[in-house]
């Protein structure tokens, strides 16, 4: 689609955790105007810190003048106020992975954003159709599903919702590849889309074979480095991703599908729950040893 540059001038973000501030931080850096949004002020302190931080350390290595990185954070405007979104040419949504909150957020996008503005939910597990329910526009609706960190991998995976329409599809991929990223189609909106639904078996599976005691959790990791050739082992990317979050997308899978292949260990439950929620804490499998510890 050759016109999206004139289609999209201003992308709204809906929530300004790890994922939002990276989108924005990312949609600038492409030459985009970014409002983004999210309702706890503190939020809003904590990404613009983490956009600056990220921007004077491309400066730092040379990969951005002092001139561009001022450039790129002007471009972000940050508000509360969700109906500051009205003027958005796009809009994506990077809220906590709660259907309730996802559907509060776009039956709001719905009245306050033009009739021809797209809504794309950054979700990784909870199926689009679900989500455009909330909406009148549910040919308008898709999944638009950055990977973690958004200024640094390379792939979106574009997801269909029932109703979602082909022009919508063709102007969410063509956006991406205005953000330097490489889009795939996911042509049935199925839990966990591509990439999660091959990764959270290989999640559940290294999590049982620590269970049973075939392997410790670092010969797991190292196994899976060395002969798989992955950057990361699938503790360490638990960890990174945040252990709450896989959990959650495991039993959104399991409620959707009822297949056991899908159902959460009961370590990991148990870690959650003793508050080992990972995000590069050092709270995560590498200082738990297992058991119930409420």
């Not at 561009?68 to 958005?88: H, P, V, Y």
Request: with cysteine.
């Amino acid at each position: 689609m050759d016109n999206v540059r004139e289609r999209v001038r201003m992308i709204g973000v809906v929530g300004a955790g790890s994922m939002g501030a990276g989108i924005a931080q990312l949609a600038a850096q492409s030459g985009f105007s970014v409002i983004l949004c999210d309702s706890r002020p503190e939020a809003l302190d904590g990404a613009s810190n983490r956009i600056r931080s990220l921007l004077a350390r491309a400066v730092s290595k040379g990969k951005l003048s002092q001139e561009q990185a001022d450039q790129d954070f002007a471009r972000i405007s940050m508000t509360t106020d969700l109906e500051q979104l009205s003027g958005a040419d796009f809009c994506i949504e990077a809220v906590f992975e709660d259907v309730s909150v996802k559907h509060s957020v776009f039956q709001t996008l719905d009245t306050i954003c033009r009739a021809d503005v797209i809504l794309a939910t950054n979700t990784s597990s909870i199926p689009i159709t679900s989500i455009a329910a909330a909406t009148n526009r549910r040919d308008r609706v898709v999944g638009m599903h950055f990977f973690n960190p958004p200024q640094v991998m390379r792939l979106v995976e574009v997801v269909r919702g029932y109703e979602t329409s082909d022009e919508t599809v063709a102007l969410t991929r063509a956006l991406a590849g205005e953000m330097g990223k490489t889009s795939v189609e996911v042509k049935r909106d199925t839990p966990g889309f591509i990439v999660n639904r091959i990764m959270i078996p290989q999640f559940i599976e290294a999590i049982r074979l620590v269970e049973e005691g075939v392997a410790t959790k670092e010969d797991v990791d190292t196994a899976v480095k060395l002969g798989l050739n992955y950057p990361m082992g699938p503790f360490e990317l638990q960890d990174f991703g945040g252990n709450d979050i896989g959990l959650h997308v495991m039993d959104v899978f399991y409620e959707e599908t009822k297949d056991p292949r899908f159902a959460a260990p009961q370590s990991l439950r148990s870690l959650v729950r003793a508050g080992r929620l990972g995000r590069k804490t050092g709270k995560g499998w590498y200082d738990y040893e297992g058991g119930d510890k409420r």
